[in-house]
T-cell receptor, first 114, second 115 residues
Framework: DAGVTQSPTHLIKTRGQQVTLRCSPK?????VSWYQQALGQGPQFIFQ???????QRGNFPDRFSGHQFPNYSSELNVNALLLGDSALYLC?????????????FGQGTRLTVV | AQKITQTQPGMFVQEKEAVTLDCTYDTSDQSYGLFWYKQPSSGEMIFLIYQGSYDEQNATEGRYSLNFQKARKSANLVISASQLGDSAMYFCAMRDYSGYSTLTFGKGTMLLVSP
């Protein structure tokens, strides 16, 4: 049973460009949360998707948007990239009504903006 | 607002010794959960242990135990009998139950286990 898979693993983009990151949740999970982890920091919550809707959002600008598909997979889109968007982007999947210990993280996508 | 503080940027321990990683938290909620995650260099966050705010006993999971002191708002992770494979970043995190299942993380502690 595959866990959470994220693609791509690494990405280099130029300032001002747009990027799309992808996440496939663990089988049976229906909720996807996205986190940004800057170098030397802990992850920061971006937003969460359940039933194809954004359920909660952290303190991130509108340049960050997302989508969840009927198969529960999700995308994170970032427009007008800034150098400060360089980070590890982590996806976590869980059951919306599940227990706290059943959230699984992917290995992340490392985004570098030059 | 919630806040997690991890004051130890790095910790060193010898193999087979025990080590304590500190975590203090701040929240106005009465119902919350505390988590510890391990992040190896591969980047994946690995769940280690969970403590609910109403749990009366400290959580234990194998070599991991959580020293929960509610009045002091601390949730320290104790790793017994350290192994070389324990070398990684460790993050303390919190979730409150007034909202949805999002986590607030601390800045982490890098643990290095030497032979």
């Amino acid at each position: 049973d595959a866990g959470v898979t994220q693609s791509p693993t690494h990405l280099i983009k130029t300032r001002g460009q747009q990027v799309t990151l992808r996440c496939s949740p663990k089988s049976g999970h229906d909720t996807v949360s996205w986190y940004q982890q800057a170098l030397g920091q802990g992850p920061q919550f971006i937003f969460q998707y359940y039933e194809e809707e954004e359920r909660q959002r952290g303190n991130f600008p509108d340049r960050f948007s997302g989508h969840q598909f009927p198969n529960y997979s999700s995308e994170l889109n970032v427009n007008a990239l800034l150098l400060g968007d360089s980070a590890l982007y982590l996806c976590a999947s869980s059951l919306y009504q599940g227990s706290d210990t059943e959230a699984f993280f992917g290995q992340g996508t490392r985004l570098t903006v030059v | 607002a919630q806040k997690i503080t991890q004051t130890q940027p790095g910790m060193f321990v010898q193999e087979k010794e025990a080590v304590t990683l500190d975590c203090t938290y701040d929240t106005s909620d009465q119902s919350y959960g505390l988590f510890w995650y391990k992040q190896p260099s591969s980047g994946e966050m690995i769940f280690l242990i969970y403590q609910g705010s109403y749990d009366e006993q400290n959580a234990t999971e194998g070599r991991y135990s959580l020293n929960f002191q509610k009045a002091r708002k601390s949730a320290n992770l104790v790793i017994s009998a350290s192994q070389l494979g324990d070398s990684a970043m460790y993050f303390c995190a919190m979730r409150d139950y007034s909202g949805y299942s999002t986590l607030t993380f601390g800045k982490g502690t890098m643990l290095l286990v030497s032979p």
